[in-house]
């Protein structure tokens, strides 16, 4: 077995930008109701009984304590034409959500994104402390699909399946 026994900064952004991920904007909601939200690639399924997924927020991300607080989340799953929400949810906008006709989940009341691909409403299952992120496993409360093709991430750049 190869085991790195130190790994830089570089290599370890390197190897995982080579694997293609799907592209979320994860949502959750303050005290008062108010949306928050950014863009995640670090989400994937976990199981099926019961329907649990996983997302990973930096112990940076602005969203952290309002989810810890509400203890729910949404994850909607970006289209092929949807670079720009993903943008907008990883840049320094005041508020992210200006502008967007969002609806409310009905079990959390966390945004969901219009014409997005797919949405998943979750409460907090289990939560773990990893590094410098918080893993959050969620039970899925209430979730949808529309049409259309995945927006992708991939070696820094936004993908698109092939037809
Ligand atoms: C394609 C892409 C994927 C990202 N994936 C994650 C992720 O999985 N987890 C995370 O915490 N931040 C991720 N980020 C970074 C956050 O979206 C970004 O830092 C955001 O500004 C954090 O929200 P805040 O500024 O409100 O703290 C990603 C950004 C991009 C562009």
Do not use: K
């Not at 997924?53 to 989340?73: I, K, R, W």
């Amino acid at each position: 077995m190869v085991r790195a026994v130190s790994l830089s900064d570089e290599q370890f952004r390197a190897v995982m930008g080579s694997f293609a991920a799907g592209v979320t904007v994860v949502t959750t909601r303050d005290a008062g109701g108010r949306p928050l939200g950014l863009t995640v690639t670090a989400f994937c399924s976990v199981s099926a009984a019961p329907p649990l997924c996983l997302v990973c927020l930096s112990h940076g991300a602005s969203a952290l304590d309002a989810l810890c607080d509400s203890g729910v989340f949404a994850v909607n799953l970006l289209s092929q034409d949807q670079a720009e929400l993903s943008r907008r949810f990883a840049g320094d906008e005041a508020d992210r959500f200006q502008g967007l006709e969002i609806e409310r989940g009905p079990e959390t009341g966390c945004a969901l994104l219009p014409e997005a691909l797919g949405w998943l409403e979750c409460r907090v299952w289990q939560r773990h402390p990893a590094g410098d992120h918080e893993v959050f496993i969620g039970e899925l409360l209430s979730a949808g699909t529309r049409p259309g093709q995945p927006l992708a991430y991939f070696r820094g750049r936004y993908a698109m399946l092939a037809p």
